[in-house]
Nanobody, 121 residues
């Protein structure tokens, strides 16, 4: 009933920028927290950035000052602006959202399929 679709990944040189987008669609009653995770080859998936329904934000230390998460509630969309990219940022980035489907009394975490970000040195 709910689908998350990421876009904006690609190949960029170190020091460059990318803007990721994630759009949630479906029979959605409410979206609570939204966030971005990433997973590099051979590593655990980690939370990169998250934003609550009240738009408070949290970031993993390694991206603070470089990445900015934001959301447009009217469009059910979350963004991740990534500046000053480093090769160690290379990973598949996944969108996550905690969503209450219309007619349900509880929320479920949904995931996108991921978008690849590759940062060359």
């Amino acid at each position: 009933q709910v689908q998350l679709v990421e876009s904006g990944g690609g190949l960029v040189q170190a020091g460059g920028s990318l803007r990721l987008s994630c759009v949630a669609s479906g029979v959605i009653f409410r979206i609570n927290a939204m966030g971005w995770f990433r997973q590099a080859p051979g590593k655990q998936r980690e939370l990169v950035a998250a934003t609550t329904a009240g738009s408070s934000t949290n970031y993993v230390d390694s991206v603070k000052g470089r990445f900015t998460i934001s959301r447009d509630n009217a469009k059910n969309t979350v963004y991740l602006q990534m500046n000053s990219l480093k090769p160690e940022d290379t990973a598949v980035y996944y969108c996550n959202a905690n969503i209450v489907v219309t007619g349900k009394g509880y929320a479920i975490d949904y995931w996108g399929k991921g978008t690849l970000v590759t940062v060359s040195s």
